[in-house]
């Protein structure tokens, strides 16, 4: 079965559920029934309306559950608008369910991991991950979220700053991650970004094709991670670069500067240089700073020592390092890439191991581990 099918409907079969009266919680735990029965039938009889079936199916697990704690009169009206049998309507509902999700009644960072869960597909752990909190915090959340919208009528959609980072949670995800949601993160935002004039929308979108024009470089033929000083410039598709630069300029020149658009510039910066050496290390430090201003982000100011240790020498990237939290996802990585360019190759080998051990994907944890192998092994001789 083409699971890659399934996830693009299910959004829409989410809609058509909420929009013909299902409470939220309700409704996904009836899609999540329907998927389940997919899985069962469809290998041996896929149907010819994969969405139809769905929907169908879906209803009916939902009436199934209504059934069980509503009255007769509810039951009796919840039968009569059954869809009928037939080919389900072609619009694409995603974008709008993502607004529905970030419902005013949830906090912004409650509506982020409802919609990525219900919506994006991802699993708690993976949003989990993205928080930086524990898998199970992360699922009381959720359970929370699902708990506040229950039987809440979606008429009063939520702000486009929660889409936008439901969105680039969703892309990164794709991006590094363990499911390939990349293309459909930016899909999503160019539709916004037709819909809404918005500076962040663009500095959204522009950040998304930037990154997205260095993915093949990204990986070796062997699945193995390639960092970026060592990615084959010549295989950056420079016409998605050109694009994003133009959308992110744009945007830069309405004066209304966001996080997305900061974001944005640092990567046209890397994008913008003939090689690795050529990067303009002074500016990036500078959109890091700004950053840093937007959001006070932990994570951005270790992204900021590693650009400040490449201005003005590793030295100055460890002592903006020793101002942060050890416990931060990746210190042990940055730490250990600065020391072996400070030339002390046994704290770099120690702390690249110590890295590996928490790398969040397989494909880190073997870069990092080659990195200490090499350096071990450099000793030895």
Known sequence: MDEALVRSLTPGVLTILVRRGADFAAAEDAVQDALIEAF?????????????????????????QARADSARRRREDLVEDEPTPGPAPGVDDTLQLYFLCAHPSLTPSSAVALTLRAVGGLTTRQIARAYL?????????????????????????????????????????????????AAEAIRLTRQLAAAIDHPEVAGLLALMLL?????????????????????????????????????LQAALARDRLGEFQAQAAVAALHADAPTAGET??????????????????????????????????????????????????????????????????????????????????????DYLTRQAARLNAARRR
């Open 211 to 247: 990154h997205h024009a260095r993915r093949a470089s990204r990986t070796a033929p062997d699945g193995s991670l390639v960092p970026l000083a060592e990615q084959d410039r010549g295989r950056w598709d420079t016409r998605m670069i050109a694009e994003g630069i133009g959308i």
């Open 40 to 64: 069962r039938v469809w290998p041996a009889a896929p149907p010819r309306d994969p969405k139809g079936w769905l929907v169908t199916v879906a209803w009916r697990k939902f009436l199934d």
């Open 280 to 365: 303009d290390w002074v500016q990036i430090v500078e959109w890091y700073d700004e950053l840093a201003r937007l959001t006070d982000s932990p994570v951005v100011r270790l992204n900021r020592a590693v650009a400040l240790g490449e201005a003005d020498g590793p030295r100055a990237g460890l002592a903006a390092l020793a101002a942060l939290d050890d416990s931060l996802p990746r210190y042990a990585a940055v730490a250990a890439y600065l020391h072996e360019r400070d030339g002390d190759p046994d704290t770099a080998a120690r702390l690249y191991a110590e890295a590996a051990r928490t790398a969040p994907n397989l494909a880190e944890r």
């Open 133 to 181: 909190v524990p898998e199970a915090t992360m699922a009381q959340r959720i359970s929370r979220a699902k708990r506040t919208v229950s039987g809440v009528r979606f008429d009063r959609p939520g702000d486009v700053a929660t889409v936008l980072r439901v969105l680039y949670l969703v892309f990164n995800e794709g991006y590094s991650g363990d499911v390939d949601l």
